[in-house]
């Protein structure tokens, strides 16, 4: 079965650093892009980036980029969101998401993990 | 970034009934290399992860049931639900994945009537 198991809920104060995970399992990891989005409290979905494990190749929505850091680790099938200072404005939901597509391209999202909830609050 | 806008926000219909949710682009989302419109249609329900129900626009992902469907080309698409069902309440959102990167709708919530 295709899986992608995101790490648990975080509290966090601001300007603390956090690291969460996304560990694919049931298909070749290197060769499908993982998308991260974010979804805050009653609202609707924002597309955040995406990483080819295959390759690191990382690309980053404007709204992001500079925000946040996509990784990933490809001998244990796991990519991740990092940021090195959280804000308040940074609680919500975060999905990681396997993107179909191949070589630089990269398509809709199939497959998508349950989601870790990031609270930051003083 | 391509903006995608849905309309309605909202809409309530009586079970067995058609729900029609619209989705706008701000520029086409048709890649004329392939012929094909880089939409995609997701399905959220409370507490869950989104859920894909079609792709290039009108394809229905597998095991999703055959009164959900897609249409429509270039900057205006359209997902059917022809017998609304008590499972079919969620948010729906569209979803372009046109090469200069992507973005979602901002959302259409079905209820029942």
């Known amino acids: 079965e295709v899986q992608l198991v995101q790490s648990g809920a975080e509290v966090k104060k601001p300007g603390e650093s956090l690291k969460i995970s996304c560990k694919g399992s049931?298909?070749?990891?290197?060769?499908?892009?993982i998308g991260w989005v974010r979804q805050m409290p009653g609202k609707g979905l924002e597309w955040m980036g995406i990483?080819?494990?295959?390759?690191?190749?990382?690309r980053y929505s404007p709204s992001f980029q500079g925000q946040v850091t996509i990784s990933a680790d490809k001998s244990i099938t796991t990519a991740y969101l990092q940021w090195s200072s959280l804000k308040a404005s940074d609680t919500a939901m975060y999905y990681c998401a396997r993107q179909v597509g191949g070589g630089p391209y990269y398509y809709y999202m199939d497959v998508w993990g349950k989601g870790t909830t990031v609270t930051v609050s003083s | 970034d391509i903006v995608m806008t849905q309309s309605p926000d909202s809409l309530a219909v009586s079970l067995g009934e058609r729900a029609t949710i619209n989705c706008k682009s701000s520029?086409?989302?048709?890649?004329?290399?392939?012929?094909?419109?880089?939409l995609a249609w997701y399905q959220q329900k409370p507490g869950q992860p989104p859920k894909l129900l079609i792709y290039?626009?009108?394809t229905r992902e597998s095991g999703v049931p055959d009164r959900f469907s897609g249409s429509g080309s270039g900057t205006d698409f359209t997902l059917t639900i022809s017998s609304l069902q008590a499972e079919d309440v969620a948010v729906y959102y569209c979803q372009q994945y046109y090469p200069t990167g992507l973005t979602f709708g901002g959302g259409t919530k079905v209820e029942i009537k």
């Open positions: 520029q086409s989302v048709l890649y004329s290399s392939n012929n094909k419109n880089y």
């Open positions: 290039w626009a009108s």
């Open positions: 049931g298909y070749s990891f290197t060769n499908y892009w």
């Open positions: 990483i080819y494990p295959g390759d690191s190749d990382t």
